[in-house]
């Protein structure tokens, strides 16, 4: 489980082989920049996209936002040498696409056995196969050797292999959805959604982080820096939320309601683990304020 709360509001894919976007992703006030050299690199710019990617994370200076590589997928020609780079580099974590067993964890854990331990593997869940392993898949960061602290939906990759629609609610993506974010939950992992495609669609981008946020994720994954503001909005608790559940905490802290389990607020009755929803909305908003 995770000690602390880190806000992953906002996690931007910026492609490793521009050193304008990368440069540009030190100002952004996204949570997470995702440097890409998979999908938005061509195979033959590969390696100079990661050598350009890796002296970016080396030279630092992206201040709060978390450092993600995310490497070709493990199968590929390109992504022994993304995971040497990685080690060298030191970013916060490495995204690895197409995750779909324990035993590729496992054999990527391995490879990163000489890295530092505060390098952390964060597995793209974007296949049938993965979504019928998730139990298992999350289950695997209770081995500590294979580094994994988060789960983010490809849900590109899920429509075109499941030849599911795109349609608002997306309602035919639900169950796989869902089932992510249940697995994510029972291993103490954070879950980032998928992306979406329509950047000139604001309105539609908002609905979509609006039903995320009501599903259950930590935040999602974006393809261009407009959406990064109205994301870190809509999933960051309002102001009255967080006075609402600083309300609860203190009503529980009372020395008249130690040791109970439900009290009376207001006329409603709150149990204690309203408290316990309502002391991680207070630790969010917290975490959230001290990286303004």
Sequence with gaps: ?????????????????????????????????????????????????????????????????????????????????????????????????????????????????????????????ETPQAILNIASIAAAAKDASTRLSVLVLGTNDIAKE????????????LTALSQVILAARAHGLDV??????????????????????????????????AQVEPCNQIFSPSEEEIAAARKIVDAFALPENKGKGVISLDGKMVEIMHADIAARTVALGEAIKAKA
């Excluded at 998979?38 to 970016?56: F, G, I, L, M, T």
């Excluded at 795109?166 to 035919?172: A, E, L, N």
């Excluded at 000139?200 to 820096?225: Q, W």
């Design 162 to 173: 499941t030849r599911t629609r795109f349609v608002p609610g997306r309602r035919p993506m």
């Design 1 to 125: 489980m995770q000690s602390t709360i880190r806000p992953r509001r906002s996690a931007l894919y910026m492609p490793g082989s521009n050193a304008r976007a990368l440069e540009k992703a030190r100002t952004l006030p996204a949570d997470v920049i995702i440097i890409d050299l998979e999908d938005a690199v061509a195979p033959e710019a590969k390696q100079a996209a990661r050598e350009q990617a890796c002296a970016a994370i080396k030279a630092k200076g992206f201040g709060p936002r978390e450092v993600v590589l995310r490497t070709n997928g493990f199968d590929t020609p390109w992504a022994s040498e993304d995971l040497a780079a990685a080690m060298a580099a030191q970013p916060d974590a490495v995204l690895i696409p197409k995750i779909s067993s324990v035993e590729q964890l496992q054999a990527i854990g391995n490879k990163l056995a000489r890295a530092s331990r505060t390098l952390q593997v964060w597995a793209m869940i």
């Design 192 to 225: 980032l959604d998928g992306v979406y495609n329509d950047i000139k669609d604001i309105e539609g981008f908002k609905r979509e982080c609006e039903d995320g946020r009501d599903l259950g994720f930590d935040g999602k994954t974006l393809v261009h820096p």
